[in-house]
Every structure is written in C-alpha cells, then in structure tokens.
C-alpha cells in the first residue's frame, strides 16, 4: 500500500462559527507499506491517525493525492470495485469491540458474515474458516454460540480481530485496538497481534497514541503532528529521532531503553481549520525560529537507513543524551 500527496479536507463541525470552514485533517500523506512490515503511527489525539487509517482501507476518500494498492492506483477504480478489492484485502480492528460488532449477531455470525457477503466456499466451508479462526485469536469453540456482550473486553476483541482477517487480507489496520480495554488483557491482545503477523506474514498498520506501545509493536514509527507526517523512523533508530515532537512523545512516556528528562510541551495543540504556515509544529517547539514559519521542510535523510524527518532544526547527536540539554535551548 502506498500513499503519494494524500490530502483530507473535511468540512468542520461546529456551530455557525465553522460553517463553510474546512478541517485539514490529513496534509501531503507521503506513506508505503511493504509486504509483511508493521508501520506504527503515532501522534496525539486529533493529528490525524484515524483519518489515515481509514485512508488504507477505503472507508475516506481522499480529497487528492493517490492510493496505490498491489500495484493499482485504488482513485481510478468505480467506488464499487475499489469497495470489493479493498474488502477482501485489507482488515480493520477499531479501539472499541462493543460498538464494532453488531450486539445482536452470535459470534459464530459476526464471523460468517464477510465469508456469506464475500460468497467464499461453500456453507459447510464457512463453518469450518470460523471454526479455524476462532482457535487461530484463542477462542474457544463454546464461544461461537455467545452474543458479544456475553464475552470479556479481551475476547470481544479477539472476535474484532478474528473478523478482520476472515477473507485473508495482505494488511492489516488496527486503529488502537487496545486502548478500550482493561490494562490486565492489553498486552495478550498485543501479543496475539504480533504472533498473528508473523504467522499470516501479514503488513500491519498499529495506530496508537502511546509510543512506547508503537514501538513494540512497529517495524517503522511515522509521527504525525496536526495532519501532517513529521518523521518516519525505523523503531530500532527510535531514540535517535531528529524530530522535536517524536523527542517530546518520547520523553512523556519514559523506557529503561532511553531515559531522559520530560519535555513539556507550552500552549494547545493549534486548529486543524486554521494551522500555522510552515511547520504546523512550530508554535510548541523550543527549537524554532521565524524561518520555520515559511514552508513545510521537505523529507531529510538522517544517518539511519530509512529515516527520515521534517525538520530545520533536527535534534542532534550531542542532545540525544539527554533530554535537559534540549530543556535549556528553550526560547520563548
Ligand atoms: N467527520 C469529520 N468531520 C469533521 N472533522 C473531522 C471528522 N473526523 C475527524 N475530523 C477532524 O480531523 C482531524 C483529525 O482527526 P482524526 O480522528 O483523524 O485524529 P486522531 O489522531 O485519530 O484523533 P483521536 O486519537 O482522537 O481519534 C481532527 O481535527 C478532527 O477533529
């Protein structure tokens, strides 16, 4: 899956103030996804995650830019086609399986739907793909029977997952499939997923706010900030990111990997009606200056293989170290 240029511009909501306004919630999109890769996402609430996710499986069309699917360019196929073929390819986890799957539906149901809708193989067939998938995410056969409401957060969520991959897709979207659920379950359902890539030989796109939990999870981190994609860095490099805001997202959520002093970002995150020219980070960087201000830096290489990031005044190797060195360049 690649994606070139991709713009979302969606009309806001609100009251009067925002009429005929427009939310620029996903800016310049510049994203491939090889063949068994995981590419982690990660950016605070509102940059724009959702918005490129459902980019990757058809559900927001985008207003420009291309999408690229095994080859085809997904923008010049009729809706109905470019519906089927990213149906059937491409699975989708949502954050919360009690509103994801239909509460009325058995398990065994939910999980035939795709195989009934699809038309794949004959009834007894079917039976049998739910039966194989529900022991693949650890279900147990008496589990068919039940309504989702009648299951554990967990293993609502093992049927989300067992749906996404019924018609065996190449890639894989979960969109913080863990954030709704108890702490205690969080990482089972983690560990399925990676066990589940390896296994398929699945690509997978991991959308999550925590970074740390990206970086478990991803062979790549792409950070985005206000709709924009501000670093693409391989998770091994992660802290050598050059990226000011992957620095920040770092520094809130500590590891024995790389410890280093909080970052506090000042001031709100500014309006996706209304970004700032250039870099739309610019406003909360300590590191910024007016020439930040003119044009949005175009992709740099850094010394890593694979990593890149936007940004006129990168992190250096003399800060990585520490954290507090990057505190005291603060300007106001
Ligand atoms: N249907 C919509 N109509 C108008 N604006 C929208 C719509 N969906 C999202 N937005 C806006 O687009 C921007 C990006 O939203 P998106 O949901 O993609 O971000 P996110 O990073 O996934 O946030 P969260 O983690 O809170 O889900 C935000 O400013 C959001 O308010």
Redesign the pocket.
């Known amino acids: 899956m690649e994606l070139r240029d991709v713009h ?1 511009r ?4 609100g009251g009067p103030a925002f009429r005929r306004s427009v ?4 800016t310049g999109a510049d994203l491939a996804i090889a063949p068994g890769e995981t590419v982690g996402v990660v ?12 980019v990757l499986i058809g559900l927001q069309k985008p207003t420009s830019g291309t999408v690229l699917f095994e080859g085809s360019d997904l923008g010049s196929l009729p809706r109905k086609e470019r519906a089927a073929r990213l149906g059937a390819s491409v699975g989708m986890v949502f ?1 919360d399986p009690s509103t994801a799957l239909n509460r009325r539906l058995t398990v065994h149901s939910v999980l035939r739907d795709p195989l009934d809708v699809h038309r794949r193989g004959t009834p007894a067939e079917r039976d049998e793909r739910v039966r194989e998938l529900m022991a693949l995410v650890g279900l147990p056969p008496s589990a068919a029977a039940a309504l989702p409401g009648q299951l554990s957060g967990g293993q609502r969520q093992r049927v989300a997952i067992a749906r996404a991959l019924m018609l065996e897709p190449s890639l894989l979207v979960a ?2 499939p863990t954030s709704a659920l108890d702490v205690s379950v969080r990482a089972q359902i983690l560990n399925l997923l990676l066990d589940l890539k390896d296994r398929l030989g699945l690509s997978m796109v991991f ?1 999550s ?1 925590d970074i740390q939990t990206v970086r478990r999870m991803s062979d790549r981190v792409v950070t ?1 900030y206000l ?1 924009r994609i501000v670093e693409d860095v391989p998770a091994a490099a992660l802290a050598d990111t050059r990226h000011p805001y992957t620095r920040a997202l770092l520094s809130a959520t500590p590891s024995l990997l790389d410890p280093m002093e909080p970052i506090r970002l000042e001031g709100p995150v500014p ?3 209304h970004p700032p020219s250039g870099c739309p980070f610019r406003t909360r960087c300590w590191r910024a200056t007016d020439a930040c201000g003119e044009a949005m830096p175009p992709f740099t290489p850094a010394s890593e293989p694979g990593h890149l990031f936007r940004c006129l005044h990168p992190i250096t190797d003399t800060d990585t170290g520490a954290g507090s060195a990057v505190l005291q360049e603060k300007t106001p």
């Open positions: 979302v969606l009309p806001a909501r939310v620029h919630a996903l950016g605070e609430s509102g940059c724009g995650k959702s918005t490129l996710a459902k954050q969109d913080e959308v706010h985005m709709g309006s996706a009606v």
